[in-house]
């Protein structure tokens, strides 16, 4: 199955961790299993620009000579403001049902877990020093 | 009592990475939800770029490998290192930090005292959603059996994973219904249910 966002808040969120060329990010949304139609890909980085969501830089791959050079997007602070906004929409929408949340007393049973997998896994490890040795 | 190596290792790279950017994930965060097993390492799911995590930790002394996973093995890119906790060699604990490979709010982490230490954990949903996105046998495992320990994970793991293969539900729901995990699940709530009243024990005596 695949999810269909707006190709405008898809672009954005793909930029969110780090500045990529169309091309990157198509290939990144894609990984996610979010689809966009590749055709509105570089009019909507065009329209991102114009409203000062989005930078653009060229440059040329690093090793490789006569490469031809590659328009980088990347956020500005507007649009890093932008997309922080959209993100908790989309979260919210998404937030996980109530009845997962721990308690007070499911995070004291956590804590008791943890004491317990540590002394498990520090026995272990001896173990397998001693038969190291 | 002084917490153990493993939980110092992740409270330093909480500290380090900065406490309100990332959470545990891996055999311990699966351990703090309810399958209690032995670990080896500590995993971080931090919400920045790996390089600058890398930075962070060297700027710490701690020296990170970027390793590059391939994504037709099911791998992903993270880093790798280990962090000293002690003067010994036995001190050491290895550490994988990884990138949010799937949608990841530090807000909803969850926060344990342990020992002294303060952890991050990562809440259930993200928990179900990074295994699943993992997909190996033991990955999918753990949430069988974290679903059997807690019923009322099933709808949501179910919804999930419907969202990621083909399939991949029913697969999900097989591996639940499982004899096998069923039977581990139930030796697993057995052990915590007489750990607790062991514990209810020695306050009441001492």
């Not at chain 1, 006569?66 to 932008?82: C, D, K, S």
């Not at chain 2, 002394?61 to 093995?73: S, T, V």
């Not at chain 2, 799937?102 to 990074?130: C, M, Q, S, W, Y």
Request: charge should be positive; charged fraction near 30%.
């Amino acid at each position: 199955m695949r999810a269909v966002l707006t190709t405008r808040s898809a672009l954005l969120q793909a930029l969110r961790l780090r500045a990529g060329y169309g091309l990157d990010l198509i290939r990144r949304l894609e990984g996610n299993a979010v689809s966009v139609a590749e055709a509105r890909v570089y009019p909507v980085l065009k329209e991102l620009q114009a409203e000062g969501l989005v930078q653009s830089v060229q440059l040329a791959p690093k090793g490789r000579r006569g490469a031809r050079a590659r328009t980088y997007y990347h956020l500005t602070p507007a649009g890093a403001a932008v997309v922080e906004a959209e993100r908790k929409i989309l979260l919210a929408l998404l937030a996980p049902p109530a009845v997962l949340l721990p308690t007070p007393r499911d995070r004291d049973r956590m804590a008791a877990r943890i004491i317990e997998a540590e002394e498990l896994s520090e026995s272990a490890e001896e173990l397998r020093l001693a038969g190291k040795t | 009592m002084a917490a153990g190596k493993f939980t110092r290792a992740a409270a330093e790279l909480l500290r380090i990475l900065g406490t309100d950017r990332c959470a545990i994930v891996g055999g311990m965060a699966v351990n703090a939800h309810g399958y209690v097993r032995a670990t080896r390492d500590v995993d971080v799911m931090a919400n920045m770029p790996l390089p600058e995590a890398r930075k962070l930790l060297r700027e710490h002394g701690i020296e990170a490998r970027l390793f590059k996973g391939d994504p037709l093995e099911g791998d992903f890119t993270c880093l790798k290192g280990v962090i000293g906790v002690g003067p010994r060699r036995v001190d050491a604990v290895p550490f994988d930090v990884i990138p949010p490979l799937v949608p990841f709010e530090p807000d909803r982490a969850i926060e344990l005292l342990v020992r002294g230490e303060k952890l991050r954990v990562v809440d259930p949903d993200t928990l179900i959603r990074l295994k699943l996105k993992a997909g190996s046998a033991k990955d999918l495992y753990d949430i069988a059996i974290l679903a059997n320990l807690h019923p009322e994970w099933e709808e949501r793991v179910l919804a999930l994973a419907a969202t990621t293969k083909k399939d991949a539900a029913q697969r999900m729901l097989a591996l639940m219904r499982a004899p096998r995990v069923r039977g581990q699940a139930k030796e697993v709530a057995r052990q915590e249910s007489a750990l607790r009243a062991f514990a209810r024990r020695i306050a009441r005596e001492g």
